[in-house]
């Protein structure tokens, strides 16, 4: 894949025309400016600061502890290495469902403090007023729908949400509200393809799936897995275009062994006299 011509900033109305005109949109995560940077050189639409964070990055269990501070943090050092991506912060657990004064100021942390231009939050028609608000102080949000991670033990375990006619129901209801509420795109996380193909069909705005087929507007993978750098474990929707954490190991192996043999540094790698 090569680097892409364009070097025009993606737009919210860009990515509603490539709805509309059926061009797929891209999407992955970051988390600090290094891989911001080889992210938003690709030519990917949308860089996310996901709060997946907790797991690939923090070494959490789950996305449950991650934190504002921790959140705002790293969307900094993303912004850093982002200039023409659209750059979409992921609000933690507890960041927005306490209140909707406390959902739009820690929006407006992640707007004004970190420089995202989006906020990205889980729910439907239980958040529908909280997007609702955000969106009226200004702030584009993306919602998520399906398997929600912060909501996972509630949802009973990290599973494929909407298999039965009542639950699809409920989903393309939450995906309505979402869209409704004034979100500009949703997240489609690990529900059946006819069901995103549907939610997709209905909804005015772009879809962006994860495990969940082919139909949706666009794709989203967190990018430590696609990479091979996170090996605890691969959820089963995931390609792994490389597999890094091997060919990691082996230069380390390499480094160690070269400085205990006295091979590193050279002459080619010293000060020369
Ligand atoms: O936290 C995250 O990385 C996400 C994406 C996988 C959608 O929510």
Redesign the pocket.
């Known amino acids: 894949m090569t680097k892409k011509e364009t070097k025009k900033p993606v737009t919210l109305a860009g990515l509603q025309r490539k709805k509309s005109s059926g061009e797929k949109i891209t999407?992955l995560?970051a988390y600090d400016y290094s891989m911001a940077k080889m992210l938003d050189d690709s030519g990917l639409d949308i860089v996310?600061v996901?709060?997946?964070?907790g797991m690939v990055v923090l070494g959490y269990d789950s996305?449950v502890p991650v934190t504002m501070e921790e959140m705002i943090h790293h969307c900094k050092a993303v912004r850093r290495g982002v200039s023409r991506a659209l750059l979409v912060g992921?609000m933690p657990y507890l960041s927005y469902q306490v209140s909707k004064k406390e959902a739009v100021r820690n929006a407006g942390r992640f707007f004004k403090e970190a420089g995202c231009q989006c906020v990205?939050l889980?729910g439907g028609s239980n958040m529908a007023s909280t997007i609702e608000r955000i969106v009226r102080a200004g702030i584009p949000v993306m919602g998520?729908i399906g398997l929600t991670?912060q909501t996972v033990t509630a949802l009973g375990g990290y599973r494929i949400q909407g298999r039965d006619p009542e639950s699809a129901k409920r989903l393309l209801k939450d995906a309505k509200a979402v869209a409704d509420a004034g979100a500009f795109s949703l997240?489609l996380?690990c529900i059946p393809s006819a069901l995103a193909k549907t939610i997709t069909e209905t909804i005015p705005i772009p879809t962006?799936g994860?495990g969940s087929g082919p139909h949706c507007d666009g794709q989203?993978?967190?990018t430590n897995d696609l990479l091979g750098l996170f090996e605890k474990f691969l959820p089963n929707f995931v390609k792994r275009y490389v597999n890094l954490a091997p060919m990691i190991k082996e230069a380390l192996a390499s480094y160690i062994d070269e400085v205990e043999k006295g091979i590193f540094p050279g002459t080619e790698y010293s000060p020369r006299p």
């Not at 996901?50 to 964070?53: A, E, K, T, V």
């Open positions: 999407m995560t996310l996901g709060d997946s964070l996305t992921d990205k889980e998520h991670p997240v996380e962006i994860i989203v993978l967190v």
